[in-house]
Nanobody, 122 residues
């Protein structure tokens, strides 16, 4: 069983930056593929990006070039660096862990954090 805890959310002006962290406990972190998702009010949960256990990274088109995902297996941590934030990036951001490489759908991930709120003001 893996527990995930996100941190780093907050309020930022458009054009600003935030860095989210997700710390995992339980299981062997290096074996998991880690994904980031977000959910805005009234919308479905949306894939943001993922870093597979071999450190290949994939981003959704909406964040490509602005967001960067990294992982530190020694610290059981995955990070989401968000630059050039836009009001449409406002959402609750979740990290997730799973076994399926290449997964971009929420149902393909097995473990979820509680989420952290990111609000971008215009």
């Amino acid at each position: 069983q893996v527990q995930l805890v996100e941190s780093g959310g907050g309020l930022v002006q458009a054009g600003g930056s935030l860095s989210l962290s997700c710390v995992a406990s339980g299981g062997t972190f290096s074996r998991y593929h880690m994904g980031w998702f977000r959910q805005a009010p009234g919308k479905e949960r949306e894939f943001v990006g993922a870093i597979w256990s071999g450190n290949s990274i994939y981003y959704a088109d909406a964040v490509k070039g602005r967001f960067t995902i990294s992982r530190d297996n020694a610290k059981n941590t995955v990070r989401l660096q968000m630059n050039s934030l836009k009001p449409e990036d406002t959402a609750v951001y979740y990290c997730a862990a799973g076994w399926l490489i290449g997964a971009t759908k929420s149902h393909d991930y097995n473990y979820w954090g509680q989420g952290t709120q990111v609000t971008v003001s215009s």
